[in-house]
Nanobody, 127 residues
């Protein structure tokens, strides 16, 4: 069983929506900040959205603000990413990641510092 397992990706037309899920089997899930990152072909893995361990704080990359919502359900050990108004430039493999430090004050916006990663789920936006 993977520590983090994403699902929900797929092919969608521009303007469409998808909801990604990340099921966590790590015991620390409810005490660590979580993030979504994405990686397009030939490009670096970049931050999309992050949420604090208690769900009280969120952070978003500028290009997705207003179109994307991150949420978590600690009772279900699950992280979510609602993607709306999808654009071709949103095409990428989306990864969820767990912070390496419990109860960190700031939400990390870089891959460094995350202890666990999922295998990724492909999101393709095309007509």
């Amino acid at each position: 069983q993977a520590d983090l397992a994403e699902s929900g990706g797929g092919l969608v037309q521009p303007g469409g929506s998808l909801k990604l899920s990340c099921l966590a089997s790590i015991r620390t899930f409810s005490s660590v900040n979580m993030g979504w990152f994405r990686q397009a072909p030939g490009k670096e893995r970049v931050f999309v959205a992050g949420i604090s361990w208690d769900g009280e704080r969120t952070d978003y990359e500028d290009s997705v603000k207003g179109r994307v919502t991150i949420a978590r359900d600690n009772a279900k050990n699950t992280l979510y990413l609602q993607l709306n108004g999808l654009r071709p430039e949103d095409t990428a493999v989306y990864f969820c990641a767990a912070d390496s430090r419990a109860y960190r004050t700031e939400i990390l916006t870089v891959p460094l510092g995350h202890a666990y990663w999922g295998q990724g789920t492909q999101v393709t936006v095309s007509s």
